[in-house]
T-cell receptor, first 116, second 111 residues
Framework: EAGVAQSPRYKIIEKRQSVAFWCNPI?????LYWYQQILGQGPKLLIQ????????DSQLPKDRFSAERLKGVDSTLKIQPAKLEDSAVYLC??????????????FGSGTQLSVL | SQQGEEDPQALSIQEGENATMNCSYK?????LQWYRQNSGRGLVHLIL?????REKHSGRLRVTLDTSKKSSSLLITASRAADTASYFC???????????FGAGTILRVKS
């Protein structure tokens, strides 16, 4: 079974530039999550999708971050414009059961973003 | 905000020794999960324990949960160099559906 695919693996941009990350979850997984992990901290949930609808985006900085999951499969996360404090690893995860939090998450390897 | 707090922040042991990591949380939970993260990789699920369970085993892993103290521990027995990683606890609040991670414990197993 293929795992959660993420690209790119690394990205370096200057502040105020735009960047986009892509995620393809495990086939058949209904729930998709984007987490931000700052160095030395645990992952912080940015947004949670159930199929192609948003379940939770309470911690997404909506003035600069946006995410979509067209057709309920793969997803993109965009930052526009980027700030220095956005430097982090962006992790995508998926789970097979509706996102009630009782099931385990399968994570991709993440995209490491450096904003200079 | 992070629900769980892991202790210690970092742990260094010799191969073959046991490693114990603790997690404390603030609100009533539905379940608690432990994940491992190798350097530069994503997180891997290790074990899930529900609020009505007190202890769970999986291979060399033993997890306990004390809801009265709002704490959990992860024990790795007979550690190996390959166990070197960061370990995170994550909780789902009672009546919630969001999984919230702690800051993690960095474990180094020396061979």
């Amino acid at each position: 079974e293929a795992g959660v695919a993420q690209s790119p693996r690394y990205k370096i941009i200057e502040k105020r530039q735009s960047v986009a990350f892509w995620c393809n979850p495990i086939s058949g997984h209904a729930t998709l999550y984007w987490y931000q992990q700052i160095l030395g901290q645990g992952p912080k949930l940015l947004i949670q999708f159930q199929n192609n609808g948003v379940v939770d985006d309470s911690q997404l900085p909506k003035d600069r971050f946006s995410a979509e999951r067209l057709k309920g499969v793969d997803s993109t996360l965009k930052i526009q414009p980027a700030k220095l404090e956005d430097s982090a690893v962006y992790l995508c995860a998926s789970s097979p059961i509706r996102g009630r939090g009782n099931e385990k998450l399968f994570f991709g390897s993440g995209t490491q973003l450096s904003v200079l | 905000s992070q629900q769980g707090e892991e202790d210690p922040q970092a742990l260094s042991i010799q191969e073959g020794e046991n490693a114990t990591m603790n997690c404390s949380y603030k609100t009533s939970i539905n379940n608690l999960q432990w994940y491992r993260q190798n350097s530069g990789r994503g997180l891997v699920h290790l074990i899930l324990i529900r609020s009505n369970e007190r202890e769970k085993h999986s291979g060399r892993l033993r997890v306990t949960l004390d809801t009265s103290k709002k704490s959990s521990s992860l024990l790795i027995t007979a550690s190996r160099a390959a166990d070197t990683a960061s370990y995170f606890c994550a909780t789902t609040r009672e009546y919630g559906n969001k999984l919230v991670f702690g800051a993690g414990t960095i474990l180094r197993v020396k061979s």
